[in-house]
C-alpha cells in the first residue's frame, strides 16, 4: 500500500515564530506529515522533536559549487530534511525550470538519502486543449529518473491552474489523472495539490488513488493544515 502523506508547502512564508504552528499539529496515525518549510526554518524544525518529517523546496542538481544563493541536497539532509520537492510549477515557471532539469535534482535528492516529491501538472491551456493526459505522461517520462523507486518518491499531481487559485478540478477530473499515474506507478504515493482545503480535504481524499495532499496556503496555521491530516488519516 502506498503510503498516506499530508505534505505542507510554505513557499517563501516563515519565521521563527511560525514553528508554534508545527508544535500545534495534530498527531497524523497513519499518515506522515511533512513540512517543507524555507530552508532557514530547517533545522530548528528538527529540532522541535515532533513527529513531523521536514522536508526542502527545492534542491540544486550539484552537491556543491559557485552556485550562489542555491541550495543542494545534501546541505538539506544536513540540516534534518527527510525530502525535498522538486519540479514544483513556480519553479519550472519562475526559474525556467525543464523536467529534465527536475530528472537530475531528483538523483541529486536521492544520493544524498532524500526523498523526492516529484511535482506534475498541466497549465489551464493544456487543460482546455484536451492535453491533459498527454502532458503528465511526458512529464512522467522526462520528470523521474530510472533510479526513482516507491521508497525514494513521492508524485505530487498539482494543475497549475489550481495551484493558489481556489479552483479546484472536479472528483471526475482528479480521478482520471491519477488512475493514469496509478498504472505508471502501481506502489508509490500520490499526492494531490492545488487549493486543498479543510472543506475539501475529505471529498478529495475519498478519490481512489490519492494518497494525500501537497498544500500550501492552507498549511501555514495549525487551524487550518490539522483538519486536513485529519481528513487524511480517517479516509
Ligand atoms: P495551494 O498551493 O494549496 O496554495 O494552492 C499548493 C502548492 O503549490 O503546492
Given at each position: 500500500m502506498p503510503r498516506k502523506i499530508a505534505a505542507g508547502n510554505w513557499k517563501m512564508n516563515g519565521l521563527a515564530a511560525s514553528l508554534a504552528e508545527v508544535s500545534q499539529l495534530p498527531k497524523g496515525g497513519d499518515v506522515t506529515v511533512l513540512i517543507c518549510p524555507p530552508a532557514t526554518l530547517l533545522a530548528p524544525m528538527a529540532a522541535l522533536g515532533r513527529d513531523v518529517a521536514a522536508g526542502g523546496q527545492d534542491c540544486h542538481v550539484a552537491a556543491s559549487g559557485a552556485h550562489t544563493g542555491d541550495i543542494s541536497a545534501p546541505m538539506l539532509a544536513d540540516a534534518g530534511a527527510t525530502y525535498v520537492i522538486v519540479g514544483h510549477?513556480?519553479?519550472?515557471?519562475?526559474?525556467?525550470?525543464?523536467?529534465?532539469?527536475?530528472?537530475?535534482k531528483a538523483q541529486s535528492a536521492y544520493a544524498a538519502g532524500l526523498i523526492a516529491v516529484i511535482c506534475l501538472g498541466e497549465t489551464l491551456d493544456q487543460r482546455e486543449a484536451g492535453e491533459t493526459l498527454a502532458v503528465i505522461a511526458e512529464q512522467l517520462k522526462a520528470s523521474i529518473p530510472a533510479e526513482a523507486t516507491a521508497q525514494n518518491t513521492v508524485i505530487a499531481y498539482e494543475p497549475v491552474w489550481a495551484i493558489g487559485t481556489g479552483k479546484v478540478p472536479t472528483i471526475?477530473?482528479?480521478?482520471?489523472?491519477?488512475?493514469?499515474?496509478?498504472a505508471a506507478l502501481p506502489d508509490?504515493?500520490?499526492?494531490?495539490?492545488?487549493?486543498?482545503?479543510?472543506?475539501?480535504?475529505?471529498?478529495?481524499?475519498?478519490?481512489?488513488?490519492?494518497?494525500?495532499?501537497l498544500v500550501g496556503g492552507a498549511s501555514l496555521t495549525a487551524a487550518d493544515f490539522g483538519p486536513i491530516i485529519t481528513a487524511l488519516s480517517d479516509s
Open positions: 510549477s513556480e519553479r519550472r515557471t519562475d526559474h525556467g525550470e525543464t523536467s529534465e532539469t527536475v530528472a537530475q471526475e477530473q482528479i480521478a482520471e489523472v491519477h488512475d493514469a499515474l496509478r508509490t504515493s500520490l499526492l494531490y495539490g492545488g487549493s486543498v482545503k479543510a472543506s475539501n480535504a475529505a471529498e478529495i481524499f475519498s478519490v481512489a488513488n490519492v494518497d494525500g495532499a
